[in-house]
């Protein structure tokens, strides 16, 4: 019988241990919540933290039940956002007053409470919903910035790929060993950035004659009529200066592999262009940061989780 149950706590462990490895090193897995969780203590507007969660590959967590509340206080808990308290994903910015969380449930639902005298709609301008370290809940402007917890739920069939990822667009590449994601949504440079990061990545950076082929060859699987502009953004810039280009891991183009323009790149067209990318031929241009252009996240293998931000 103990041998038995011995097993049967083996198993557990096991178990728990592949359903950890599952999803994203940087979360934490709750048995409670059947999920991964994970607190972001920069705070961010409520847009910016809904986005964020959901390139995490999770969602920004509402809580929607007496488990998911009480694990959201337990990781706010003797962090600086046990006194601010975090976004939850309850909001009504698709009609006023009408709150729901990022995944449709009502805050009726909820088995929350309302601080005393909230909800207020101060201003007319309170339509996110945030709750602090005694459960207790307030709205407040989507603009003020908040930290925030991401929750992924537990489904069947979540694959982690080679790419370290469950995202099944990034794909590994046998002659780099590294993995890309060509995204066609486009951003402006900084954005692009933060995908990148939030998803593991970071903005592509060209290693070599060979990489360089890899990217271009992504770039012309996608039709000029599909894209903004026939460039994309790479993780390389000059800093707001001109003409020091340096790739987003700090090194100078030359060191890094490839530092290939476009002939007559880079022009700076005013009023001055400050962020690096790349046209369809595989050569570099100097482009507007504020353009939103699409992009390519680069992940490598070995590292897998090293890159996330924390
Ligand atoms: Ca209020
Ligand atoms: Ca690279
Ligand atoms: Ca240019």
Redo the contacts with the bound molecule.
Sequence with gaps: MDFILFLLSLLTVLFNGIDCRLFRSDYQFYQEVDGWVKLHQVPAPWEDARLRCELEGAILASPHTRNLESIMRRVMANTHSEASGVFTGVHATFSKGDFYSVDGIPLSKMPVQWMPSEPDNQNNAESCIVMVANGTIADVSCYDVYPYVCFKKRTKNMIMNVCGTTDPEYKLNEQ?G?CYKFHLTPRNWTRAFMVCSAEGAHL????SDE?AGVLKELHGRHKADDLPYDTIFLGFQDWGENGVWTTIHGQSLADSGYAKFQPGQPDNASPGENCGSMFRNGYFNDAWCYVKLAFIC?KTVDSLMDDMDV
């Excluded at 592509?204 to 290693?207: D, F, G, L, Q, V």
């Design positions: 780099t590294h592509a950076i060209i290693n990489e680069e």
